[in-house]
């Protein structure tokens, strides 16, 4: 609850869930995914949504590149996000001099100036923890959820640009 006087309510404006505010829910998917190789494909939507829903607990540098790496996910679907990084992780592998290959998500908008927004339609207080898991019923459903909260990241970053 990040710099915010309301007590029960999350920095990017949800209302606590069950396991808290949103760094919970968080952490336990960080927890949860470490045991769970077909969760953990979900790895980097879920980072890149928690960071640009709560950019204070980020390093405003990646946030461009998150909300682009976003956008690939909304758009073109996980395996391509997966594709993508994986071959960041090559090029790293051969000894590239730049850290990060940005042409892989130059078709997709910069970060807008101006927020980050106040309201997402979908976020991570909102996801249902049953019988101590956020796969209880199955990962399809989980990666659904995680869809759900990256579209409503990406569509509240962008409507600051209106």
Not at 38 to 64: G, I, N, T
Not at 73 to 96: C, F
Request: net charge negative; proline share 7%.
């Amino acid at each position: 609850m990040a710099d915010n006087p309301v007590v029960g309510q999350c920095d990017c404006g949800a209302a606590a869930g069950p396991l808290g505010v949103c760094v919970d829910y968080y952490h336990a998917i960080l927890s949860e995914e470490q045991a769970d190789p077909q969760m953990y494909r979900w790895h980097a939507p879920v980072v890149c949504a928690y960071l640009l829903q709560h950019p204070s607990r980020a390093h405003e540098k990646y946030l461009d590149g998150q909300f682009r790496q976003l956008q690939l996910y909304v758009d073109k679907g996980l395996d391509a996000l997966l594709r993508a990084a994986a071959y960041q992780v090559a090029r790293n592998r051969h000894g590239a001099r730049s850290s990060y290959d940005m042409a892989p998500l130059a078709a997709y908008e910069p970060l807008p100036p101006g927020g980050p927004p106040r309201h997402f339609r979908a976020t991570f207080c909102g996801l249902p923890f049953r019988d101590g898991s956020f796969v209880s019923d199955g990962h399809l459903a989980y990666g659904y959820r995680i869809e759900t909260i990256a579209e409503a990241t990406v569509e509240s970053w962008r409507s600051i640009q209106a």
